[in-house]
């Protein structure tokens, strides 16, 4: 094969210079090839903000008014995008007009689901100024997610100066008011042309963004989950704790089972024993009375199966300052739920995501019987208990810059 001769020529190269080398000789032949054929005399670029180059639209589309708003069904006038090739290393970022992108279908995206992705959102606050939530850990997450499926890792600090150079040129695109946001999408994919299975040794990301509504318009609207075990979210060494492309299109057909028999979301379960793990594609919290009769608000811990949602991080260090209950990250199962509800322990759940920020849940069913999930008992009408209103408010406070919450969790563009 090609790639042998090409590295025990390598190998070859390397012996005539270096003669006492630690390394096998597969790795030699690795290091040797990804210096000769990869950076020869410089250094592959790094993602570099200072090189971008703005050509907006000429042709700006027609707002949408903010009750109109859809969730991911309406773009923005332009898109971020840049490009990467092993041993150049990252190309000029560019801003354009919002459009199609030009592959070819041997591209390995379309063949290995080379792709992982961000969710974040831009807000603006009362002075109008623009406002990112955390985009530090959504940049850190980005990267763990492209290195898992071994597309190249970047600068997060500089595509955060991109991302909010994008959104100057968009900016009559935040929706302005509580609850109203521009979900921005930032995408890596793979795209070489080649149906050979190996690392891609070319790269783009792209950012687009919509303005989207509140996650629930008319008020929380409290969802009736499916507890699944049959099907598997994702498990412990496998990808469920990365955001690539490849873990969801699994999940919509046992969501589309479960809509049928009119649940909204899948509770993901794992294991003989039925660990709860996440709820559609939201981090699940549960807020009980444990066994040893404490307020507690559990969330399952990051054992590799579990996405480390940036509202999931948010949610526990707000609870944890607050002092007033115990917060665990640890795992719980079925049976803990069951017991839990037949000794009436049970105070609230919710599922966590950007999205929604919470998303409480009023029933489960589960291996033939019904969890009921207490709401708000001082409030018949409510949708939501008093811990996930307060949750959600104190979030959005910070998100949108009426409360200045802990160092550098809300960023202004
Ligand atoms: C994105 C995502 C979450 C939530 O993460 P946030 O950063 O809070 O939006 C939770 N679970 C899954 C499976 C996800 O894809």
């Given amino acids: ?3 042998n001769r090409v590295m025990r020529q390598a190998i070859k190269v390397n012996h005539a210079f270096t003669s006492a080398s630690s390394l096998s000789p597969s790795r030699q032949a690795a290091k040797i ?13 790094p993602l570099d903000a ?6 907006p639209s000429k042709n700006l589309k027609a707002l949408q008014e903010n009750n109109q708003l859809v969730f991911g069904k309406t773009f923005t006038d ?7 090739e092993a041993g150049k290393g990252w190309g000029t970022p560019q801003i354009k007009e919002y459009g199609k992108l030009q592959l070819e279908p041997s591209a390995v995206v379309f063949h290995y689901s080379f792709e992982c992705f961000e969710g974040m959102k831009a807000y603006k606050d009362k002075n109008g100024k623009t406002r990112l939530f955390r985009p530090d850990l959504n940049m850190a997450r980005f990267n763990r997610s492209a290195q898992r499926i071994a597309l190249p890792g970047f600068d997060g600090e500089e595509l955060t100066k991109l991302i909010k150079e994008f959104l100057k040129v968009d900016d009559r695109w935040i929706p302005k008011g509580r609850g109203y946001s521009l979900y921005l999408r930032p995408t890596m994919i793979g795209t070489q042309e080649s149906l050979g299975v190996g690392a891609s040794n070319k790269a783009m990301i792209f950012v687009i963004a919509s303005p989207v509504g509140p996650y629930f318009p008319s008020g929380f609207n409290a969802v009736n989950l499916l507890a699944t075990s049959e099907k598997v979210r994702a498990w412990p060494g496998g990808t469920g704790d990365a955001k690539i492309g490849g873990n969801y299109a699994p999940c919509i057909k046992p969501q589309l089972d479960a809509n049928k028999e009119g649940f909204q979301q899948n509770l993901w379960l794992f294991g003989h024993d039925h660990q709860v793990t996440e709820v559609g594609t939201m981090n699940c919290f549960v807020y009980w009375k444990n066994e040893q009769g404490e307020n507690e608000l559990v969330t399952p811990d990051l054992d590799g199966s579990i996405l480390p949602g940036v509202t999931r991080d948010s949610i526990l260090s707000l609870a944890r300052q607050w002092g007033e209950f115990k917060v665990s990250e640890r795992k719980f199962t079925m049976k803990d739920l069951v017991k839990a509800d037949k000794e009436g322990r049970i105070i609230e759940m919710f599922g966590a995501g950007t999205a929604c920020i919470v998303c409480p849940i009023k029933k489960i069913h589960y291996d033939g019987q019904d969890i009921h999930v207490p709401l708000d008992p001082s409030d018949k009408t409510s949708q939501a208990g008093k811990l996930t209103k307060r949750i959600n408010n104190a979030i959005m406070d910070i998100q949108y810059g009426d409360v200045e919450g802990p160092k550098g969790w809300s960023v202004v563009v």
């Fill in 1 to 3: 094969m090609f790639v």
């Fill in 33 to 45: 090839l990804s210096t000769r054929f990869y950076s020869s005399t410089t250094q592959p670029a």
């Fill in 50 to 55: 200072s090189k971008l180059q703005i050509n």
């Fill in 78 to 84: 332009n898109m971020l995008i840049v490009e990467w």
